[in-house]
């Protein structure tokens, strides 16, 4: 072989060789190491661990990771943060216990971090999120994280880091600042979770509380905006018995940010990479304003963006005369509490949440029990409910109020204890005790406002008596449907306050859920319900082919079951009477959901009542609710009836003509003593149904309409005929309604029979 051919071989292969380290590499592992002047990257080269000098001293070398793509070298992660390596001989190594091990030219180690357990095969890898991994790889067997640097942070938070703690292992992660932009050893600036019985995120100067980001609401922390859907990313809270944490995640790969601790700003400061102008954004920071320092109002006094800034909550005054100017010593009651010889509490909206440091919480309370628990502890200051997501759970304050702030979009209201004779809190004690009494979250106007675009018409689902209907989404992703009440239906905050707290008590899988509403402008607000109502699909030509008979049967079958809970299952019992097609909603999955209680009448052992006021929607009322004001559980068995011959045939009962019949239960008797019930079964049914069943349905309904209230089934009995083959008795004549015209006025929603999108239409209401 030539000689100069050998040659030049050996020198390429010393040319790879060379390049290979010269570049970063994948792994390490127990047989490999990392120098100093060789790197570790990601698979995707987004990061890179390696060593690196701090300022203008090249003599101190760290080991840390940072953005590989980014020109100017921003660190993420130290290593050995205080114990710099005075040279270049740094060696990073994975030992045979599976420990990281960061030794000098001298063999000390500089740095290590250590596994509980021992591993077989260590393998050191940097992720493509930046987090540098040590896992256990051995074959055949699920790979085992033995230690990760997400869990011990240093002054930077990145997408899908955790701030937090881990209350199974007690791992507690905190930011702490670079003490100078040159030295990343921790300066005095420190952000973590304080586990106080209410867990807080608490920025510290040294010892000092600097900045407190308030408690979580079920939702987000108090003292913080509602995080808001955006395209680069997605804030989560996690808050459960494991772990309470933040995290948040970029929707978008390529976009490079970061959460920094910043000890020269004493802030914490969200940034963006802006590949444009090759800098830095910053697009939010914390503290934002002067009312994020700790406690600058004192304690009871509430800091606002104005002049002065500091002001005394209702019910309290500045410390002294010389404050009046000046008020961020804080404040002191007018009267002092009497304890348990008539304290009440008054009602504080858009606050921050106080230092929840002397805090009680019980994740099971309801409101009213969180009321009664401070009240009998005199040294209870303050209570809230925990979790304004599912609206349970109490905290409570034993100390005084401090780092009180006036917030835009608080969630969570705010009740202080206060003598009853402070001007207004008797008339606030009533009002907030009716408030309880209702058992469900208030929201804020704004808060639905924003939900629904302002109510902007895009956002409209239908119109109905008790007014418009609107989609709405929650800060949370929740989809709601928001029923807001006309000033012409005639009902007043009285009426409504009652229709609430009945609708409260209800709980069934048949029945709708309501999640809230809004006293200020007298507005319900539910579940929201993608597939709207029965009468949607039913009475559309094109529509109700979507509804074969196993649905429709399905939907019979959870409309008699709502009714049974209703009648005798509920703690309230109740009388429905305005049972319709558009009053029953349908979810995601075609389940029927019983809406629209605002007629509904509540009754104790007897089971019928009697009105001057009839009510309710024609076609549905049985005529001797129709005609002398008599209601009763049968009443609305009879509606039932009406329903499910509607279902059955497609067809309306109200405005069916036939030569013979001028509605649809004349319509069905004649057919059914005729011998030929199965002319009124939809057609597209009768190519999809069991003939006998879709006929037991219709023998269901006919004694359902009977004339007469006693001879009709309870709803019980419904249920049971429904899901049997049991011999059913033959049906009598059913109550005829009389010629619309002639009594157009005994309905006050006759006009109103047109169909809502989402169900919601409700009729005038009549005090209960």
């Not at 060789?17 to 120098?35: K, R, V």
């Not at 510290?204 to 407190?212: D, E, H, N, V």
């Not at 009648?567 to 049972?579: G, K, T, V």
């Amino acid at each position: 072989m030539d000689i100069g051919f050998l040659m030049f071989v050996i020198i390429i292969l010393l040319l790879l060789f060379f390049s290979t380290f010269s570049c970063g590499i994948d792994i390490i592992t127990a047989s490999t190491n990392l120098s100093d002047g060789r790197t570790l990257v990601s698979s995707d080269g987004r990061f890179e661990l390696g060593f690196f000098s701090s300022g203008s001293s090249a003599k101190s070398r760290y080991l840390g990771i940072w953005f590989k793509n980014v020109p100017v070298q921003n660190v993420v992660w130290v290593a050995n943060r205080c114990d710099p390596i005075n040279d270049t001989s740094g060696v990073l190594m994975v030992n045979n216990t599976g420990n990281l091990v960061l030794l000098s030219q001298s063999g000390s180690v500089v740095w290590t971090a250590s596994s509980k357990k021992e591993a077989e095969n260590p393998v050191l890898q940097l992720l493509d999120s930046g987090n540098l991994i040590l896992q256990d790889r051995v074959a055949g067997k699920s790979e085992t994280i033995l230690w990760q640097s997400f869990d011990y942070p240093t002054d930077t938070l990145l997408s899908g880091m955790k701030l937090g703690c881990d209350l199974r292992i007690g791992l507690n992660r905190r930011l702490s600042a670079w003490k100078a932009p040159d030295d990343p050893c921790h300066g005095d600036l420190t952000l973590g979770l304080e586990l106080y019985n209410y867990p807080d995120f608490v920025m510290w100067k040294g010892k000092t509380k600097y900045f407190r980001e308030g408690g979580f609401d079920g939702i987000g922390m108090s003292g913080l905006p509602a995080p808001e859907p955006n395209q680069f990313f997605t804030i989560n809270f996690i808050s459960n018995e494991e772990e309470i944490c933040f995290i948040y995640y970029l929707n978008t790969k390529s976009l490079i940010t970061r959460l920094v601790l910043n000890q020269t700003s004493s802030s914490l400061q969200y940034t963006m990479w802006d590949e444009a102008t090759k800098t830095w954004t910053v697009y939010a920071q914390f503290p934002s304003d002067d009312c994020d320092q700790y406690g600058k109002c004192g304690s009871y006094g509430t800091c606002l963006s104005a002049l002065p800034p500091c002001q005394c909550l209702k019910g309290f005054a500045p410390k002294s005369e010389e404050q009046n100017s000046d008020r961020s010593k804080g404040c002191v009651r007018n009267n002092p509490i009497a304890c348990q010889k008539g304290d009440g509490f008054i009602k504080f909206e858009g606050l921050k949440l106080p230092d929840t440091e002397h805090s009680w919480v019980n994740r099971s309370m309801v409101l009213n029990e969180c009321r009664a628990k401070c009240l009998e502890n005199c040294s209870c200051m303050a209570y809230t409910t925990l979790d304004v997501k599912q609206n349970r759970g109490c905290a409570i304050w034993f100390d005084d109020l401090l780092d009180l702030k006036k917030v835009q979009f608080a969630r969570q209201h705010l009740y202080i204890r206060m003598v009853a004779a402070d001007s207004g809190t008797e008339n606030s004690r009533g009002e907030e005790r009716q408030n309880e009494d209702m058992e469900i979250p208030l929201f804020e106007l704004d808060v639905i406002s924003k939900a629904t675009n302002n109510f902007f018409s895009s956002n409209k689902l239908g119109q109905g008596g008790f007014g418009p209907v609107y989609k709405g989404t929650l800060p949370d992703g929740k989809e709601i449907a928001v029923k807001s009440l006309s000033r012409s239906s005639g009902q007043g905050l009285v009426e409504f306050k009652n229709e609430v707290a009945l609708i409260a008590k209800l709980q069934h899988r048949n029945l709708v859920k309501i999640l809230g509403c809004c006293i200020e402008k007298k507005m319900l607000i539910y579940e929201y319900m993608p597939n709207k109502s029965l009468d949607f699909f039913i009475f559309d030509d094109t529509r109700r082919n979507l509804l074969d008979w196993s649905r429709r049967f399905h939907i019979i079958c959870g409309i008699a079951r709502g009714l049974v809970y209703l009648h005798q299952d509920s703690r309230l019992r109740i009388i429905h009477r305005d049972l319709k097609a558009s009053n029953v909603l349908l979810d995601n999955e075609m389940n029927p959901k019983i809406s629209d209680f605002g007629l509904a009448r509540t009754f104790g052992e007897e089971s019928e009542g009697n009105t001057e006021r009839v009510v309710g929607t024609y076609g549905y009322m049985a005529p001797e609710y129709a005609f002398d004001g008599q209601f009763s559980v049968k009443s609305d068995v009879f509606s039932f009836g009406v329903l499910l011959l509607e279902i059955i045939s497609g067809k309306k009962n109200r405005g069916f003509y036939h030569l013979n019949h001028s509605n649809l239960i004349g319509h069905a008797w004649r057919l059914w003593k005729e011998g030929k019930p199965s002319e009124l079964i939809d057609s597209f049914v009768l190519e999809s149904c069991t003939l006998s069943e879709v006929l037991r349905c219709i023998h269901i309904s006919l004694l359902c309409v009977q004339q007469h209230p006693e001879n009709r089934p309870s709803m019980s009995s419904v249920v049971l005929m429904l899901s049997s083959e049991t011999t059913l008795v033959q049906p009598k004549e059913p109550g005829f309604l009389i010629d619309k015209k002639s009594h157009e006025t005994i309905s006050s929603s006759t006009k109103l029979e047109s169909s809502s999108i989402n169900g919601l239409t409700l009729s005038k209401l009549e005090p209960r």
